[in-house]
């Protein structure tokens, strides 16, 4: 009987400790906010936004963090605009048709001044050869008949050839490539014939030759020119001859008939 008393009452004691152990480990655990069905505090959650920002939601409310990374993109996308000034380069462009404005006209000048320059030298003999008259004198025969004269070789109607005739007499006789300088002084002649008929005022002719002293081939360069008026002499000639020869005075080596358009 007093055994089973003291085994009841150790029974007691070992029980009462192991409940005040247990309450002493809830205690514990309730101030540690732990336990098995206690409150936990929540993981944070962390939301990436697009736009460079991160959001973190925690138990005492979202906090959002903003990123400034992507901002050293923008600049390299607006550096390329630039070169706005490069159309500059081309709006001069856009002036030069004036530099193709005389290209337009001077193919016509070009057609255009043989007979304008060769006219205005009938029309200066016209006026200045004084009629009648005969020279054997370079140095009056040919002053009123002076001055440049263009057309093409007779042979091939190509080549171009021009013709210089000084008032000495010098004449300057340009056929192609070649070219012959000489003075008349031998076997000068000139001769003019202008008749003033109502109706008829170009009845008007221009004879003159001559050659150059002899060479050492005892040969010489000879001069011809030869304007002769239409029959009715109502207007100019259409054209008119000028010859260079080379040679013997009778029996030329070399002969070239240059054709003045008027």
Known sequence: ?????????????????????????????????????????????VATNGAGSTTTSTAGGTTTATNSTPAASTPATTAPSAPATTPDATTPATNSPVATAPAVTAPANNVQTPSLVNRAMYEQMYRGCQTPFRSFDPATGAACAAGVYVGKDLSDGTTDCTVKLAKDGEVTFTVGDKVHVYKMTQLFRSVFLKLDVEGAPYLFSVHISGYSADDAAKKVHGFGMNVNAKDDGSTPPDEFEITYTYGDVLTADEKTVCKIPL
């Open 1 to 45: 009987m007093f055994l089973f008393s003291g085994m009841t009452m150790n029974t007691q004691l070992v029980s009462g400790s192991k409940l005040a152990l247990a309450l002493a480990i809830s205690a514990v655990l309730g101030a540690c906010g732990g336990g098995g069905g206690g409150d936990s505090t929540p993981a944070a959650t």
